[in-house]
C-alpha cells in the first residue's frame, strides 16, 4: 500500500513506537531554534517543551494572543535570554496561518533557525499547509523542515521525498484505522537516512542485522544506513495486525488517489449543505478551498456548542469536540456515505 509516493519510499520506516516518540526521536540530530504552526498537536508542543527543556531552555509559556512568538529564557542564572521556539500564528480573529506569512517568517528569522516543523493537517482546523513549499522555504536557508503528518497520513496524497522533506512522523490510529495505542511510523530523506553518524537515541532492531543478536560479542552500535536505523525495537505484532488489514482496504478501494478525489466531493457537500442552511448559529473555520484542507471541517458553534455535540451523539454521529466549541467533523472516504454526510448537516441545521 503506498500512502505516500513510491519515491518517497525509497527512504520509509518500519513503524515502532508511538507517535510522541516519533517527534522526541526526530527532532533529537537538529539542535534548537526551531518554528512552528502556533497549533501545533499537543503531543508535540509537550516533546517540543521536553526537548528546549534537555538543551537548557525552560519553557515560559507557549499560549498567547497578540504575539507571534514564544518567550522563553536560559535556565542558568545570569544567562542571556532567548526565543528557541518561534510560533507561526494566524492573524488576530482568524484561523488560518497563510503560506506566504508561513515563508515570510522563515526568511526573517533564516540565520537562527534550526528546524522547521509544521503540521501536515492541523488538528484544530483542518487546515492543510503547503508541505512542499514550507520546505523548499526552510531548504533555501540549509533549515530542516520536518513535518507532523498525524492527521495528514491516510487522509491526502504525499509526496514526501519529491517534495524534499528532511522528516516525517505520523501515528496510525486516526485515518489508518488502527486503533488507540498502535504503532506509529517515520520518513526519513534518504540523504539523511543514510548518514550513519547523525546522533540519535539508538536501539538494538536500529543495528545492523548482521551483528543485531551479536551485540554481546560485538557490543558497537552499528545503525542501519536507512530510515531503519531509527529503529529502537521490533514492532509490537498485535499492533501491526489491525494496520495490515486497513492498509489492505486502501488498496481495495484504489489507494490515495481515488480516496483523495472522494474526500473532495464528501467534504464539498458538507460544505455546501451547511452553507445552505445560512445558520448563524455555527461558522465553519476550515479553508474553504479544497487544496488547503483534507476531509477533516472544523465547525465553531456560537450558541450551545456542548449540547449540539450531544445531539450528534445521541444520533449516533461520531465527530470530536474540542473546547471551547469546536466540532470536528471528517467525513471519511473510505467508509462514510453521502447519506450519511446529509445526515450530519440535517442535525446541524435543526439545531435550536
Not at 552500535?221 to 486497513?246: C, E, K, M, Y
Not at 450558541?303 to 455535540?309: G, Q, R, V
Amino acid at each position: 500500500m503506498v500512502l505516500v509516493s513510491r519515491s518517497s519510499a525509497r527512504a520509509g520506516s518500519a513503524a515502532r513506537w508511538c507517535e510522541a516518540t516519533r517527534s522526541h526521536l526526530h527532532e533529537q540530530p537538529y539542535g534548537e531554534p526551531s518554528l512552528d504552526d502556533g497549533d501545533f498537536l499537543p503531543a508535540d508542543e509537550i516533546a517540543l517543551q521536553n526537548f528546549n527543556g534537555r538543551a537548557g531552555i525552560s519553557f515560559r509559556h507557549l499560549r498567547h494572543q497578540d504575539s507571534d512568538r514564544a518567550s522563553w529564557a536560559r535556565s542558568e542564572s545570569g544567562a542571556h535570554s532567548c526565543e528557541p521556539l518561534i510560533l507561526a500564528s494566524p492573524r488576530k480573529g482568524e484561523f488560518i496561518i497563510r503560506t506566504k506569512e508561513i515563508i515570510d517568517l522563515i526568511d526573517k528569522n533564516a540565520e537562527q533557525l534550526a528546524v522547521v516543523m509544521f503540521g501536515g493537517v492541523n488538528f484544530f482546523t483542518g487546515q492543510l499547509f503547503d508541505i512542499e513549499k514550507i520546505t523548499a522555504a526552510a531548504r533555501k536557508h540549509s533549515i530542516i523542515a520536518g513535518f507532523d503528518l498525524a492527521h495528514a497520513i491516510g487522509n491526502v496524497p504525499l509526496s514526501l521525498h519529491d517534495w524534499n522533506v528532511d522528516f516525517a512522523v505520523w501515528c496510525s490510529y486516526k485515518y489508518l484505522n488502527a486503533g488507540p495505542g498502535a504503532v506509529a511510523a517515520a520518513f526519513i530523506h534518504e540523504r539523511h537516512a543514510s548518514n550513519t553518524s547523525l546522533p540519535r537515541l539508538a536501539g538494538w532492531f536500529g543495528n545492523d542485522p548482521n551483528t543485531r543478536f551479536r551485540l554481546h560479542l560485538e557490543p558497537d552500535f552499528i545503525p542501519v544506513p536507512s530510515a531503519d536505523g531509527w529503529q529502537i525495537s521490533n514492532p509490537p505484532i498485535f499492533s501491526i495486525a489491525p494496520l495490515r488489514a486497513s492498509l489492505a482496504m486502501f488498496d481495495e478501494a484504489g489507494g490515495m488517489e481515488a480516496l483523495r478525489a472522494k474526500s473532495v466531493k464528501l467534504t464539498g457537500y458538507l460544505q455546501f449543505l451547511l452553507e445552505q442552511t445560512s445558520s448563524k448559529r455555527f461558522t465553519i473555520i476550515t479553508p474553504r478551498e479544497t487544496h488547503a484542507r483534507g476531509c477533516q471541517l472544523s465547525i465553531l458553534a456560537h450558541e450551545d456548542p456542548k449540547e449540539l455535540f450531544n445531539n450528534l451523539q445521541a444520533a449516533d454521529v461520531k465527530c470530536d469536540f474540542r473546547e471551547p466549541n469546536i466540532i470536528r467533523a471528517a467525513p471519511t472516504p473510505l467508509y462514510n456515505t453521502f447519506h450519511e454526510v446529509w445526515h450530519f448537516a440535517k442535525i446541524l441545521s435543526e439545531h435550536r
